[in-house]
């Protein structure tokens, strides 16, 4: 299986902050990895997919970057509406996997 | 805009099955190149995928689980299904439904979850 590393496991910051997350993948996935948001009892939402292209209607602020085993997840500036927990998720080859998770929280 | 829903038992017994169905509604689960994925989330623990099945009714699952593990598909009622067999307290978990576009493509829509506890 492909391990998927991702850090932190938490970031408090403030609003307005840029916000970066990374994932590390133990092999080369190309640049099929995708970035979800999750909210307690929401369905998770896809942001990013393919490393860079942003999901149709998701705001600017968000954004992706990598190939191959490293990647960044970034928010520009912080909103209020973005506390969530933030996951990388390869889908290159089977089975599929996901980092551990990054908990957003604002100062 | 496809939608999906889980529904199936809350609680469920050690040694017993997980049975879970996902309704689909805006999309058709014999729709071409679409998989139908169910991921779970353990308490403290991140997302782990189960499996998937295809379109056609091919179905592909995560090896931890392949030994207990099955997913079908219901056409005329436009659902999928997750079985889980000889369940235990590890089992006990958030089940997602959720679609993608193809074998190489991002789970794009999901559903909102269902939490499962294993229990006696």
């Known amino acids: 299986d492909i391990q998927m590393t991702q850090s932190p496991s938490s970031l408090s910051a403030s609003v307005g902050d840029r916000v970066t997350i990374t994932c590390q993948a133990s092999q080369s996935i190309g640049n099929f990895l995708g970035w979800f948001q999750v909210k307690p009892g929401k369905a998770p939402k896809l942001l990013i997919y393919d490393a860079s292209i942003s999901d149709t209607g998701v705001p600017s602020r968000f954004s992706g970057s990598g190939s191959g085993t490293d990647f960044t997840f970034s928010i520009s500036s912080l909103q209020p509406e973005d506390i969530a927990t933030y996951y990388c998720h390869q889908y290159d080859s089977l089975p599929h996997t996901f980092g551990q998770g990054t908990k957003l929280e604002i100062k | 805009q496809v939608q999906l829903q889980e529904s199936g038992p809350g609680l469920v017994k050690p040694s017993q099955t997980l049975s879970l169905i996902c309704t689909v509604s805006?999309?058709?689960?014999?729709?071409?190149?679409?998989?139908w994925s169910w991921i779970r989330q353990r308490p403290g623990k991140g997302l782990e995928w189960i499996g998937y099945i295809y379109y056609s009714g091919r179905s592909y699952y995560n090896p931890s689980l392949e030994s207990r593990v099955s997913i079908s598909k219901d056409t005329s009622n436009n659902q999928f299904s997750l079985h889980l067999t000889s369940v235990t307290a590890a089992d006990t978990a958030i089940y997602y439904c959720a679609r993608s576009g193809g074998a190489r493509a991002p789970t794009e829509s999901w559903g909102q979850g269902t939490l499962v506890t294993v229990s006696s």
């Open positions: 805006g999309g058709s689960v014999t729709s071409g190149g679409f998989f």
